[in-house]
């Protein structure tokens, strides 16, 4: 298993500002990945976070939205740039070991949930 | 990018009766899971099928894999209120990187 934590857990910004969001996990892992979830709905992938390198980002989501930085193995923080209302949502960050094959277990941490006013 | 239909989006049932979830997409999944999520909480894993026809159980609850693995169920038996939660399909398919494709989750309400 892995144990990731996330903060803030939840937080309330103004419009035009930007929050960054940090995921730290227990132990080296392969793969980290930054989800949205909206409310009441189900998880899009923003961008897989990439040791030392740029992100890669999914079909709507652009690097000056949302950079991702991922210095190592353990560690990795996204930020929300000029937030706007529709910004509001929950961020969560997953990992995943790669065990030779499809199928490997994705890990949750709980989530950051943002509120823009 | 692939899409996955998950159905229903919404279930209200009482406690003791069964219900099945469906998940399906037009192409071969590599492989699928099986996540449920509470309030507050990352979504955390029920169970992956890889091989077509593959049928898992987890106590009360049994998932299906189609045969052409294109599609997969999750029925629960004798629901509890316990089993309260937003259940999600997600899949991989061949050059998808690893990466998880989401359903759209089906909001579970068991009723005591």
């Known amino acids: 298993s892995a144990v990731i934590s996330q903060k803030p857990s939840r937080d309330i910004c103004q419009r035009g500002t930007s929050l960054t969001i940090q995921c730290q996990v227990d132990?080296?892992?392969?793969?980290m990945f930054w989800y949205r979830q909206q409310p009441g709905q189900s998880l899009t992938l923003i961008a897989t976070a990439n040791q030392g390198s740029e992100a890669t980002y999914e079909s709507g989501f652009v690097i000056d939205k949302f950079p991702i930085s991922r210095p190592n193995l353990t560690f990795s923080t996204l930020t929300v740039s000029n937030m706007s209302p529709e910004d509001s949502s929950i961020y969560l960050c997953s990992v995943k070991r790669l065990a030779g094959g499809p199928g490997g277990e994705l890990f949750f941490g709980e989530g950051s949930r943002l509120t823009v006013l | 990018t692939q899409l996955l239909e998950q159905s229903p989006q919404f279930l209200s049932i009482q406690e003791g009766e069964n219900l099945t979830v469906y998940c399906n997409s037009s192409s071969v999944f590599s492989s699928l899971q099986w996540y449920r999520q509470e309030p507050g909480e990352g979504p955390v894993l029920l169970v992956t099928v890889v091989t077509g026809g593959e049928v898992k159980k987890l106590k009360r609850l049994t998932f299906q894999f189609g045969d052409a693995r294109k599609d997969s169920s999750l029925h629960i038996t004798a629901a509890q209120p316990g089993d309260t939660g937003l259940y999600l399909c997600?899949?991989?398919?061949?050059?998808?990187?690893?990466?998880?494709?989401f359903g759209k989750g089906t909001l579970l309400t068991v009723n005591p």
């Open positions: 132990s080296q892992v392969t793969m």
């Open positions: 997600a899949g991989e398919w061949e050059g998808s990187n690893y990466k998880l494709t």
